[in-house]
């Protein structure tokens, strides 16, 4: 079962929950992560059950997620998860253009490889712990070459999100107009970034006004 940090370190920064079957793995995460500034590791588990398990009573700010892993799909517990309303920064060494694109619309925070710099690591979590999309350069051209897909694969309520964000409306803002949590609507941003292949709010509401998109916003 799940190691977890001790209760001083998790509410220091970044909270992050490690989801990778390799125990290697996991402890080489943990022993960057607990020292990084910013950053406390919240657990670890080492699959899907166990991490939607440690995600709903630990409520880590991130899951830093494998995709691989033994018994379920690592894209199902991915959707689980931002279904539930908690951020993901997927983590993997599966290159396939394909799984990347489905992670991105299933509502991932980004996308990055193990082959990552450690220090490139930290600051990604960082990044993505603040709300920014997080894509390693092969993830970014993978969406690219699906973007009309992923765009068109907005739901009603993530519209109604964007053109909140095209208006210059915090989360806190849009939560009330909306009569959701703020954490519903952090997940609904980060759902929305990762479609729209963008990087943070400001290229989101860019794109709104240029494409639209926010024009039917309530329409379904």
Do not use: F, W
């Amino acid at each position: 079962m799940s190691e977890l940090a001790s209760e001083s370190a998790s509410t220091a920064g970044v909270r992050v929950l490690i989801v990778d079957d390799h125990p290697v793995v996991r402890q080489g995460l943990r022993s960057l992560l607990d020292v990084a500034d910013g950053i406390s590791v919240a657990g670890d588990a080492a699959d899907g059950h166990q991490a939607l398990a440690l995600a709903s009573s630990l409520c880590p700010d991130l899951v830093l997620l494998d995709l691989k892993l033994p018994g379920t799909d690592g894209t199902v517990v991915l959707t689980q998860l931002v279904a539930a309303g908690h951020r993901v920064l997927v983590l993997t060494s599966a290159t396939d253009p394909a799984r990347t694109r489905q992670a991105v619309r299933a509502g991932a925070a980004g996308v990055l490889y193990k082959d990552i710099d450690p220090d490139a690591l930290v600051r990604a979590i960082l990044a993505a712990g603040d709300g920014n999309l997080l894509l390693a350069p092969e993830a970014a051209a993978a969406v690219a070459d699906g973007g009309s897909r992923t765009r068109d694969s907005l739901t009603a309520r993530e519209r109604e999100v964007l053109a909140l964000i095209a208006e210059g409306k915090s989360n806190r803002e849009i939560a009330r107009c909306l009569r959701v949590s703020e954490k519903t609507v952090k997940a609904h941003v980060s759902s929305v970034l990762a479609k729209l292949g963008v990087q943070d709010r400001t290229q989101a509401a860019v794109y709104a006004v240029r494409h639209g998109a926010g024009a039917n916003a309530s329409s379904g």
